[in-house]
């Protein structure tokens, strides 16, 4: 080999190699400060790398979003998604997105005034409190993001409330997350809130759930605390009986 080879070979490995400590770097601090994630990790999600393993232009055609349809993305973090599929939906559908994180939702408005994609209404809100009505949407996807969400089974049954009957629910995740929840999980969080896994796409590094209400669960979707004040009302009730009964 020509020293002049040697040389090249020698700086293009130093490269690759400062690369990959930079964005190891960046993932370890993601791991430390995450939940939700720091705005300065959110500058790494969306890279080069990923968009080659998890190509949105894929993400979406799986998620089958069509022309007219309501849709709904939590947590778009820097909107590696959310242009893609807001350009599926066109101008006669309706695309929201919902981030607990106000930097976040402004960042992407910025993102989406650029990108000159205008028919995406943007809210600050929690996951596990949405606020938009019952049976609004076709489709609901979070890629990334059920890790991070705190109360998961409140988030997974607000979602459950707010999709069409005849809806779809998408669940990504991908394995370099430090939030990563796995595929048996999240069909178990999903299974818990009503919500029956129809279709997966599993690849290598990530994978794509996708879930229809399981409609011989009636009551999944009332919240929790008004379940357990009901039951507490109830069993109150019988407390007070008790002793006339016995009388
Ligand atoms: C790791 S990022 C994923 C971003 C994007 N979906 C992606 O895959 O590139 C997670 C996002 O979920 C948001 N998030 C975390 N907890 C949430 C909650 N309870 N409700 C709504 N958004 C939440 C975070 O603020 C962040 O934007």
Redesign the pocket.
């Known amino acids: 080999m020509l020293i002049g080879d040697s040389i090249l070979l020698t700086v293009i490995v130093g490269i690759a190699a400062l690369a990959l400590a930079v964005y190891t770097v960046a993932w370890i601090k993601m791991a430390i400060i995450h939940r939700?994630?720091s705005l300065l990790a959110?500058r790494f999600?969306?890279n080069p790398i990923r968009r080659l393993v998890q190509p949105p232009k894929d993400v979406v055609n799986w998620i089958n979003i069509k022309r007219g349809m309501n849709v709904l993305e939590?947590?778009?973090?820097?909107g590696?998604?959310t242009i893609e599929a807001a350009k599926s939906v066109g101008e006669q559908g309706q695309f929201a997105v919902?981030?607990?994180?106000p930097a976040?939702i402004s960042r992407l408005d910025d993102r989406l005034r650029r990108a000159e994609v205008s028919n995406v209404i943007t809210r600050t809100?929690?996951?596990?409190e949405l606020p938009f009505p019952d049976n609004a949407f076709d489709r609901v996807f979070?890629?990334?993001?059920l890790g991070?969400?705190?109360n998961k089974e409140r988030?997974l049954s607000e979602i459950r409330r707010v999709l069409r009957d005849d809806g779809i629910l998408a669940i990504g995740e991908?394995l370099q997350?430090p939030d990563y929840t796995s595929f048996g999980r999240s069909i178990k969080l999903a299974g818990a809130a009503g919500l029956q896994l129809t279709a997966s796409y599993k690849r290598i590094i990530h994978y794509l759930l996708l879930f229809r209400k399981d409609q011989n669960i009636r009551h999944s979707n009332a919240p929790t605390f008004v379940d357990s004040l009901g039951l507490a009302a109830e069993e109150q009730k019988n407390r007070e009986l008790e002793p006339a009964l016995r009388s």
């Open positions: 939700p994630i959110i999600i969306d939590i947590g778009p973090g820097p590696t998604f919902v981030d607990i994180q976040i809100a929690d996951a596990a979070l890629i990334a993001v991070e969400i705190e988030a991908f997350d």
